[in-house]
């Protein structure tokens, strides 16, 4: 992964938060992504997040897959610690890491391809665990860094760039994520910051397994067969120094609508996105109808979007319910971790 630091320098007026510091100081470094990339959205609200609930970056743990939205994890709060794991395995690194320490908070960047494809089984068992962390999934409906083919998520009907239809049934995670128990469970948009930010801020909170499915529309996509600006073409008719792809200039998409609203949201490629708001009254506890709603506005073609669903967790939680320790595993006393001789024959005389 490139990896290029951000400068240092930042003005002296900047507002501070209750530990006394300033966005800067939750940001990583530059991001590699396509200009104009729906995750760097995600990336700035997840900044924004952390610096209005002044978490302490040290107590921080970002863990991530393999994919573009698995690139995420370096482009914020710099001062954390960090892991990224091999495709659709993060959940495992997750577990283990919570496990050890349930003093640090603990959050998961992973995409559509990375959940729902490969690391599907490992998605699971996270919720069924309810493994105490926010899980983002940043969610594109392709495979960004294949140049584009579907993924898991796509709509059926959809067309890719080549022109071909996706003709499978997608994988909702919201919809999986309610049917196997989470607590937790939310949808918005890259492009909605005002909804977002407080999404992420409740989801790091809340303690248990929190999910939030965040559409996010991909730039890219100009390799394809015909393309002048394709690696084919290009290596067919030029002699380049060096391979390299073009990817135009985007704007990034932002959208702003009201409580109940829905609206279309264009992207890039010309096709457009339907979303809705949860109103006022919505209620997020009542877990069979918050499931029934999402899929009645599913059929309709649109994209529900806010707190989907919530509920208490204490008894389940997966401390709670595995009787941890709360001392973190690394600070246990040597002798307690490796118990003399007459502590390990009391310890098998309990299994013969």
């Given at each position: 992964?490139?990896?290029?630091?951000?400068?240092?320098?930042?003005?002296?007026?900047?507002?501070?938060?209750?530990?006394?510091?300033?966005?800067?100081?939750y940001?990583?470094?530059?991001?590699t992504?396509?200009a104009?990339?729906?995750?760097?959205?995600?990336?700035a609200?997840?900044?924004?997040?952390?610096?209005?609930?002044?978490?302490?970056?040290?107590?921080?743990?970002?863990?991530?897959?393999i994919?573009?939205?698995?690139?995420?994890?370096?482009?914020?709060v710099?001062?954390s610690?960090?892991?990224?794991?091999?495709?659709?395995?993060?959940?495992?690194?997750?577990?283990?890491?919570?496990?050890?320490?349930?003093?640090?908070?603990?959050?998961?960047?992973?995409g559509?391809?990375?959940?729902?494809?490969?690391?599907?089984?490992q998605?699971?068992?996270?919720?069924?665990?309810?493994l105490?962390?926010?899980?983002?999934?940043e969610?594109?409906?392709?495979?960004?860094?294949?140049?584009?083919?579907?993924?898991?998520?796509?709509?059926?009907?959809?067309?890719?760039?080549?022109?071909?239809?996706?003709?499978?049934?997608?994988?909702?995670?919201?919809l999986?994520?309610?049917?196997?128990?989470?607590?937790?469970?939310?949808?918005s948009?890259s492009?909605?910051?005002?909804?977002?930010?407080?999404?992420?801020?409740?989801?790091?909170?809340?303690?248990?397994?929190?999910?939030?499915?965040v559409?996010?529309?991909?730039?890219?996509?100009?390799?394809?067969?015909?393309?002048?600006r394709?690696y084919?073409?290009?290596?067919e008719?030029?002699?380049?120094?060096?391979?390299?792809?073009?990817?135009?200039?985007q704007?990034?998409?932002?959208?702003?609508?009201?409580?109940?609203?829905?609206?279309?949201?264009?992207?890039?490629?010309?096709?457009q996105?339907?979303?809705?708001?949860?109103?006022?009254?919505?209620?997020?506890?009542?877990?069979?109808a918050?499931y029934?709603?999402?899929?009645?506005?599913?059929?309709?073609g649109?994209f529900?979007?806010?707190?989907?669903?919530?509920?208490?967790?204490e008894?389940?939680?997966?401390?709670?319910l595995n009787?941890?320790?709360?001392?973190?595993l690394?600070?246990?006393?040597?002798?307690?971790?490796?118990?003399?001789?007459?502590?390990?024959?009391?310890?098998?005389a309990?299994?013969a």
């Amino acid at each position: 992964m490139t990896f290029i630091p951000k400068p240092k320098v930042s003005h002296p007026g900047l507002p501070r938060n209750e530990l006394g510091l300033t966005r800067r100081d939750y940001e990583g470094a530059l991001s590699t992504l396509c200009a104009g990339c729906g995750h760097d959205s995600i990336t700035a609200a997840i900044t924004e997040a952390c610096w209005g609930i002044s978490l302490q970056p040290e107590l921080l743990v970002k863990l991530s897959g393999i994919g573009c939205s698995s690139k995420t994890t370096a482009y914020f709060v710099n001062g954390s610690h960090g892991f990224n794991s091999v495709h659709g395995r993060m959940p495992s690194i997750a577990t283990g890491a919570n496990a050890a320490n349930r003093e640090l908070m603990y959050i998961g960047i992973s995409g559509d391809g990375d959940s729902l494809s490969i690391g599907l089984g490992q998605f699971a068992h996270a919720i069924r665990r309810n493994l105490n962390m926010l899980y983002i999934i940043e969610n594109n409906g392709v495979y960004g860094l294949t140049k584009g083919q579907f993924s898991a998520s796509a709509d059926m009907g959809s067309k890719a760039k080549k022109g071909e239809v996706n003709r499978q049934s997608p994988i909702d995670p919201v919809l999986l994520a309610m049917n196997l128990g989470a607590g937790f469970v939310a949808r918005s948009f890259s492009g909605d910051k005002a909804q977002l930010v407080p999404l992420i801020q409740a989801g790091l909170r809340y303690p248990g397994f929190a999910l939030i499915d965040v559409i996010s529309p991909c730039v890219t996509f100009n390799d394809h067969e015909g393309s002048t600006r394709s690696y084919a073409f290009t290596r067919e008719h030029y002699s380049a120094a060096i391979a390299a792809d073009y990817v135009p200039r985007q704007a990034q998409i932002t959208a702003d609508y009201a409580e109940g609203e829905r609206i279309f949201v264009e992207l890039h490629d010309g096709n457009q996105v339907a979303l809705r708001k949860l109103n006022a009254e919505y209620d997020p506890t009542d877990a069979h109808a918050a499931y029934g709603h999402v899929q009645q506005r599913l059929a309709a073609g649109e994209f529900l979007t806010g707190l989907l669903h919530c509920r208490a967790t204490e008894e389940t939680e997966f401390h709670a319910l595995n009787r941890t320790p709360e001392q973190p595993l690394n600070a246990v006393p040597f002798d307690k971790l490796c118990p003399k001789r007459e502590g390990l024959s009391r310890l098998l005389a309990r299994f013969a």
